[in-house]
């Protein structure tokens, strides 16, 4: 399977003119990224795959529940928002590392074809949010049945 990277035209640019900047990787040339996620690091995991009749999204929301989740598709894009919320925790911890994130999270995704929208179906079962989205009439392959040509009595003579 071939994994998708978003293109950044800059990142070539930061990492020639800035390759120094900073020990964690954020170049001062993209100041905008001090708040943004990565490409690699995005909010949370995704598969995106077609078949003949759907488009079918897969995502790994830990720890978030369906209430807590919205998603809305505009023309050819899929929007997932939604919250995690921070577990009950000690007053002051001694944390070493802290990589479980809570707080609201968003992500679009580009969908390869046009869906129908209104016939989309969303489940969250055991952390995995699975949307099934109907491709619309228009998008689906239509086979086309070849026919031979029919033989006419001046076609046999010439």
């Known amino acids: 399977m071939t994994r998708i990277r978003l293109y950044d035209p800059f990142r070539?640019?930061?990492?020639?003119?800035?390759?120094?900047?900073?020990?964690?990787g954020l170049g001062f040339g993209r100041p905008w990224q001090l708040f943004a996620w990565e490409a690699d690091e995005s909010p949370f995991p995704v598969d995106?795959?077609?078949t003949d009749d759907e488009v079918v999204v897969k995502a790994s929301l830990p720890g978030v529940q369906?209430?807590?989740t919205e998603i809305s598709?505009?023309?050819r894009f899929l929007t997932i928002k939604g919250e995690r919320r921070e577990e009950d925790a000690e007053e002051?911890?001694?944390y070493f590392r802290q990589e479980r994130r809570s707080g609201a999270f968003q992500r679009v995704l580009r969908l390869p074809v046009r869906v129908d929208s209104e016939q989309a179906d969303a489940t969250l079962d055991e952390g995995v949010l699975t949307v099934r989205l109907p491709k619309a009439a228009d998008s689906r392959?239509?086979?086309?049945?070849?026919?031979?040509?029919?033989?006419?009595?001046?076609?046999?003579?010439?």
């Open 92 to 94: 002051q911890p001694n």
């Open 73 to 75: 598709v505009t023309g």
């Open 12 to 24: 070539e640019v930061a990492q020639r003119r800035y390759p120094f900047a900073s020990p964690f």
């Open 48 to 50: 995106l795959y077609e």
């Open 141 to 158: 392959a239509k086979t086309i049945p070849v026919k031979a040509k029919a033989v006419t009595e001046s076609d046999e003579t010439s």
């Open 66 to 68: 369906p209430d807590e």
